[in-house]
């Protein structure tokens, strides 16, 4: 079966702190893990994949298969980085959420 | 090129009313998912159509819920004698024929039932 899980549910952080957002997936093959972020009442948009390793807004996630992580992190919180950010998994189904954390970045 | 569009932004219901929500997927895709996403909740699964096929409806509820993709025209989601509970936003996602690790969101519909 395939499962995301995302721990914290809220994650508050001061202005310029380091955030990570954790993410821990179950799935016995090969998954595609995503990064997705939505503002508020608005769509969700893609923040990042794996496959592509790249650096969005300041994010990174590097998918650990020993750990079966992919958590979110930025070294420098800013404010408009407040959001829900949902990790979620691709297999053999349609894309699988995790229930979001929320990030609220405090001035 | 337009993204996916949903309407109504906002729908409200009385209890036992239908709702209906529509979705056209953006231009050249012919997938369409809908998802839930309950008041502090994830996004939840629902539903994954191509036209005039239903491909995977393990996370519809087994009563009053039904989607459709016609030929022509757009993607509906049918509540039918609606209740509190389902009260929620419902996401549409589209994407391209076996590319469903790459859709693309539409902006939701929230529905309220009074």
């Known amino acids: 079966a395939q499962r995301v899980t995302q721990p914290e549910k809220l994650l508050s952080v001061f202005k310029g702190a380091p955030v990570e957002l954790k993410c821990n997936y179950s799935?016995?093959?090969?998954?595609?893990l995503f990064w997705y972020v939505q503002y508020s009442r608005q769509r969700l948009q893609l923040l990042l994949r794996h496959i592509s390793r790249e650096s969005i807004k300041g994010f990174t996630a590097d998918l650990n298969k020993g750990e079966t992580s992919f958590h979110l992190k930025k070294p420098f919180a800013q404010e408009e980085d407040s959001a829900m950010y949902y990790c979620?998994?691709?297999?053999?189904?349609?894309?699988?959420f995790g229930k979001g954390t929320r990030l609220s970045v405090i001035a | 090129n337009a993204g996916v569009m949903q309407n109504p932004r906002h729908l409200v219901r009385r209890r036992g009313q239908e709702a209906r929500l529509r979705c056209s997927p953006m231009?050249?895709?012919?997938?369409v998912y809908w998802y839930r996403q309950l008041p502090e909740e994830g996004l939840k699964f629902m539903v994954y159509?191509?036209?005039?096929?239903?491909?995977?409806e393990s996370g519809m509820p087994k009563e009053r819920f039904s989607a459709e993709f016609p030929k022509e025209g757009p993607s509906i989601l049918r509540i039918q004698q609606v209740v509190r509970g389902d009260s929620a936003a419902y996401f549409c996602a589209s994407s391209r024929p076996g590319q469903a690790n790459t859709i693309y969101f539409g902006e939701g519909s929230w529905l309220t039932v009074v």
């Open positions: 231009k050249g895709h012919s997938h």
């Open positions: 979620a998994l691709s297999g053999n189904t349609p894309l699988v």
């Open positions: 159509l191509q036209k005039e096929n239903i491909i995977d």
């Open positions: 799935y016995s093959g090969s998954p595609e």
